[in-house]
């Protein structure tokens, strides 16, 4: 496959390149502001669902047969399904900052998964689709996994939520578990509003937290359907430890993974019905995906990355290769697949386009993706480029069209045969990328089969991109500081 790269000159190149760096940053905000689509001055109601650690062939609509999510699969049927849709990293924190924000999470510096010991978070001047709703009038509720700091300036009553609900990081940052060493973590709080009302989640609290979460939603959805809405669902399931209410225990074919998100779609099937009964389906947007990729370690209790290569923790195809559904009737077809490829960073900016609010005024990262979700035709991704960070600043993988390129860097692997059981994780294995990997995904979803050695051309190209989201984010492993960074929230 020839790429029109490969026919322009070197200058060319090179101008492009500096192009695109220039569109990281600041000169993109005014073209941003209007997005492929016509901004639409409306009100949808948007609720926005967020699995935690859901892999990319854990549903039904992907392909899954040892439990049902019909509730799930459902937006499926009558919205969009994409088969390239992506999370900016595959770990907790990151992901949602990038959702949330619209940036990648590297640009505003949340890196990782926040724990207790944390003394950072979101900062005070980022501007979350919670605030963008809350500046046109949205009531906001948050219910879940929150993780962007648990400290009180970075909850989410802090960020244009009115209402919320859950835990403020992983579930399994706590003192309970079997694979928790003594003193390593303190008490998990379950939070209220700003206010601790369950200082110590034990397993008997785990197994209830899926029906709070969804009494709260229903409760928040009752009392604002009367204004528009929006509802960020941020499940704190299928991440381990999993747990299920007793009436869903052993009723999956699918162990306590099946069964767990059997619940959860029950929950979706909660908030889709009270849509219904209330008319105000035709009114409301509604997206389904996830963090990340499954956590394979930990075997039996982990979900599947279908036919993608590792899973979460990586950047490899099973890390960040999400499923993505959503639905509007009238403004998104039914039954349709998008196989164009996008980012969490597109949900804010596409969401500003629906309700008609400016977008942020520092830069941001994401794209309007309008004209993917209603599938229109020979409509393609508007991004040239998507960059995968991971740890701590470590840009390693570029992604353009079909091309990938996997950056030198280190990678924890699973063992195949050593993977983990009954909430216990297996063993990974580290392995060295010493030259960059060059994958054609068109052909080779699996990232196979190493193009690197006969595709110079696109190789160099793909280097090129890549240097040029170092300058503006930066690249620990390449010690390059980036232009466009901005500091988290921090706490004395």
């Not at 996008?342 to 520092?362: E, R, S």
């Amino acid at each position: 496959m020839r790429s029109d790269w490969m026919l322009r000159p070197d200058w060319m190149i090179r101008c492009t390149v500096a192009l695109l760096l220039l569109g990281f940053g600041a000169l993109c905000v005014s073209v941003r502001a209007q997005g492929p689509g016509t901004p639409n001055a409306g009100t949808p109601n948007i609720v926005l669902i967020f699995a935690d650690d859901l892999g990319f062939g854990d549903l039904g609509c992907y392909g899954q047969t040892r439990w049902k999510t019909p509730n799930i699969d459902s937006i499926a049927t009558q919205g969009v399904r994409f088969t390239d849709f992506h999370s900016s990293q595959p770990v907790c924190s990151a992901s949602r900052a990038s959702l949330l924000t619209g940036c990648y999470a590297n640009r505003i510096g949340i890196h990782g998964a926040l724990g207790p010991a944390a003394k950072n978070g979101i900062h005070q001047d980022e501007v979350l689709v919670s605030e963008l709703l809350k500046s046109k009038g949205y009531k906001t509720c948050a219910v879940g996994k929150w993780h962007l700091g648990h400290h009180p300036k970075f909850l989410p009553l802090e960020h244009g939520f009115d209402r919320y609900l859950g835990l403020p990081y992983s579930n399994d940052m706590w003192p309970h578990g079997p694979v928790v060493k003594p003193g390593t973590f303190p008490e998990l709080p379950l939070i209220r509003g700003n206010q601790i009302i369950d200082p110590d989640v034990d397993a008997h609290d785990q197994s209830r937290l899926t029906e709070q979460y969804s009494d709260f939603a229903l409760e928040f959805l009752g009392d604002s359907k009367d204004s528009p809405f929006f509802l960020y669902f941020a499940h704190t399931f299928p991440h381990v430890p999993l747990y299920a209410a007793e009436s869903y225990r052993g009723n999956s074919a699918g162990g306590i993974y099946g069964d767990v998100l059997e619940e959860f779609d029950a929950v979706v099937g909660r908030i889709l019905g009270f849509l219904r009964n209330n008319r105000l389906e035709d009114n409301t947007l509604v997206i389904f995906s996830s963090d990340n990729g499954p956590w394979l370690t930990y075997g039996d209790h982990a979900g599947s990355a279908g036919p993608l290569r590792e899973g979460k923790g990586t950047v490899y195809e099973g890390g960040t290769r999400v499923p993505m559904l959503a639905k509007w009737p009238g403004r998104i077809p039914a039954g349709k697949v998008q196989n164009a490829t996008a980012m969490t960073i597109d949900i804010l900016p596409t969401i500003a386009n629906f309700v008609g609010a400016p977008l942020p005024k520092h830069p941001i990262d994401g794209l309007d993706i309008a004209d993917l979700l209603a599938c229109k035709p020979d409509t393609k991704s508007p991004h040239e480029v998507f960059l995968h960070y991971f740890r701590q600043g470590e840009l390693q993988a570029i992604r353009s069209g079909d091309w990938k390129l996997m950056l030198p860097h280190d990678v924890y692997c699973i063992v195949p045969d050593k993977l983990g059981s009954e909430g216990k994780p297996g063993q990974s294995k580290m392995r060295k990328i010493t030259e960059a990997e060059l994958y054609h995904l068109g052909n080779d979803i699996g990232e196979t089969t190493n193009l690197a050695a006969s595709q110079p051309e696109i190789l160099r190209r793909l280097m090129e991109l890549a240097q040029a989201g170092r300058e503006e984010l930066g690249d620990s492993l390449t010690q390059t500081v980036g232009a466009g960074i901005r500091p988290s929230g921090k706490v004395d």
